[in-house]
């Protein structure tokens, strides 16, 4: 993870450019996202609160939970303003409302989940009630009839309005869709009047009653259903279960291609997991909840880990566990030979759980001996300074014998606080990571980039005792142009980066390229995973985030060495695990892991329909090397 100067500064000039022009430029999309308060999170317009306010909260989603109690109401609403009025409801090609609830103890008769949109002519009102959804059909307000059977109380639900201008011989007309399925039309002779009042987004509590109601999203956005701004949930996913992986160039492996199966996990916005197998053998899988952060303007961040488990190898999946007790983001975890689970993260500067402030951000590690259900966690810091801005972490630990002889097994750690090699340190633990050693300094051969040496980076110890280290190279920075490396397309940002291996021969005292210049992989190519196989072959997972070179779209990739790491080649037996993004990358980020059967279990992420991410697990086999018995 890194902020370059020249990004900020174009990003800040693009913000205030954006807020001086808030009346003149007419917005695409209004909402409000997950746990934020709706009065302050959007420009151009914030929500005004009538009544008691909503609290955040999280369940399966985040959520904004109204509960006004029986004698109180509560909610939102935007009304008038340029941005509501002429950038979205008198857009030409219509509008898309969406509201994704949860709702329950709805009183009889009382209007307590409301849902709202007010244009020029009409009302259009959406309700929920304990056995289903309503709407205004006889043209006078507040007068429901029922649209759909559902109990509303038992999962996140997506109500969507979408405004058809062209419906009705012209008149316009809105459909009314749950969860992607149409359910209703509703003419503008059904939908009560506007009486000039107005433009208005309105949801929540308007009524006297004791319900509660959690809303994930609200999202008003110009252009039909499919158009953009419209929100991601309403998007019929394509069934990739049995996609296959390919093979470029096949040599050793015999084959084009080979059969897996796909596995969706979470929600749309999950992004960039990883996977291990605990000791008790059940797999623990791990992704960050991006909680909408990049989709809207000025909204802090509430990133925090998610878990899937699966007790049959990665063959079926557990319920999505949002831990919101675990903050931070891009979590990695290593299991150790005694069960121990460590587990590496940082957190943004922009995050509401941030403990350092002044929008800086840092590392941390979390620590478990239960399997993941309960964690401890500290920040990567210097004994003079627990919370070390810009600190960062390989992604994972190693274990191996204590060079001292005690018989015990050494954790190690890389460590580093912003570029240079001066404040480099491998930690080292010899109680699974309860206490670390921090003095140890390592030489890197005077390391000095965007990343440090240990940043966006892992450690593989191979079975000679020689540690392999993946470095992160910058693509502004002195080490990114190599004579060996040739460049395809054009760099993006830090999606143009690429990686460098290192070898140490003693332990992690000393580094060196490995090779003439450490070149691994290609320009985009990086978040290197290694894998030592059943057969004793070396697997390594990386990810194509941008310049692709082998004709495929970005996604995850592996390659082979049949020589624990001596070796590499990138262009045959060329395994494409995911490909799925076709444009802007979708982090894919994961590892890959071995079961007791032999199968292989891969986990990434990709960008699908909608500009949103999603994330798969992915259980395959590789056929037998050559020469080995049956």
């Keep these: 993870m890194k902020v370059k100067p020249s990004v900020r500064v174009k990003a800040i000039t693009a913000f205030l450019l954006a807020s001086l022009c808030v009346e003149s430029i007419a917005a695409a999309v209004l909402g409000t996202y997950g746990r934020t308060n709706p009065t302050t999170n959007v420009v151009p317009n914030n929500f005004e609160l009538l009544g008691t306010p909503g609290s955040g909260g999280i369940d399966t989603e985040a959520h904004l939970r109204i509960a006004a109690g029986d004698s109180a109401f509560g909610n939102y609403k935007i009304v008038g ?276 402030g002044g929008g800086r951000w840092y590392s941390k590690i979390f620590r478990s001996t239960d399997h993941g259900r309960t964690w401890s966690e500290a920040p990567i810091g210097w004994d003079d300074e627990p919370i070390v801005h810009e600190g960062a972490s390989d992604r994972n630990v190693v274990e191996m014998p204590d060079p001292g002889g005690s018989g015990k097994m050494t954790v190690v750690l890389g460590v580093c606080k912003g570029r240079t090699a001066e404040h480099t340190r491998l930690w080292r633990s010899w109680d699974s990571g309860m206490t670390w050693d921090k003095t140890f300094k390592p030489d890197t051969q005077g390391w000095d980039d965007v990343d440090g040496f240990f940043s966006n980076s892992v450690i593989y110890r191979m079975a000679s005792g020689r540690l392999l280290h993946t470095v992160r190279v910058d693509d502004d920075g002195p080490y990114y142009k190599v004579p060996d490396l040739r460049k395809t397309g054009s760099q993006t940002g830090d999606s143009s980066d690429r990686t460098m291996l290192w070898v140490s021969d003693d332990n992690g005292a000393t580094w060196n390229r490995h090779g003439k210049y450490g070149t691994f992989g290609g320009f985009g190519e990086m978040y290197f995973r290694f894998l030592r196989l059943k057969d004793e072959r070396l697997l390594c997972t990386f990810t194509v985030r941008s310049m692709s070179t082998d004709g495929q779209p970005m996604g995850l990739r592996a390659v082979l060495s049949y020589d624990d790491g001596q070796t590499w080649n990138f262009d045959n037996d060329r395994l494409v695990l995911e490909y799925q993004t076709p444009g802007r990358n979708g982090g894919h980020f994961g590892n890959t892991i071995q079961v007791e059967d032999g199968s292989l279990v891969s986990i990434y992420s990709y960008r699908g329909p909608g500009g949103y991410t999603h994330v798969e697990a992915m259980r395959w086999r590789l056929p037998e090397p050559p020469g080995s018995s049956p």
Aim: charged letters at 20%.
């Design 81 to 356: 303003g340029l941005a509501l009025r002429q950038g979205i409801l008198a857009n030409p090609k219509g509008w898309t409302a969406s509201f994704r609830v949860k709702a329950g103890a709805i009183s009889d008769g009382k209007r307590e989940v409301n849902m709202e949109v007010r244009d020029d002519k009409n009302n259009w009102l959406m309700y929920l009630f304990n056995d289903g959804l309503y709407a205004d059909l006889s043209g006078a307000e507040f007068v429901p009839a029922k649209i759909f059977d559902l109990d509303p109380s038992t999962d996140y639900h997506t109500y969507q309005m979408v405004m058809d201008p062209d419906g009705d011989n012209g008149k316009g007309h809105v459909t009314v869709y749950v969860d992607a399925e149409a359910v209703a039309t509703i003419t503008r002779t059904q939908a009560p009047k506007s009486m000039g009042h107005s433009a208005l987004l309105r949801f929540g509590d308007l009524d006297f009653g004791d319900s509660w109601s959690n809303y994930a999203f609200v999202e008003v956005a110009g252009g039909g259903r499919g158009e953009s701004g419209q929100h991601p949930f309403i998007v019929e996913q394509r069934d990739t279960s049995t996609l296959p992986i390919k093979v470029l160039h096949p040599q050793r492996l015999g084959t084009s291609q080979l059969p897996a199966h796909r596995t969706p996990l979470g929600k749309p916005g999950d992004y960039k997991p990883w996977i291990i197998q605990c000791k008790n053998g059940e797999l623990l899988a791990v992704a960050m909840d991006a909680d909408y952060s990049v989709a809207v303007p000025r909204k802090p961040y509430y990133n925090h880990a998610l878990f899937w488990r699966s007790t049959d190898g990665g063959k079926t999946w557990g319920p999505r566990e949002a831990r919101v007790d675990l903050a931070g983001k891009e979590f990695a975890i290593t299991c150790l030979s005694d069960g121990t689970l460590l587990m590496t993260a940082h957190i943004m500067g922009q995050d509401v759980n941030n403990k350092l």
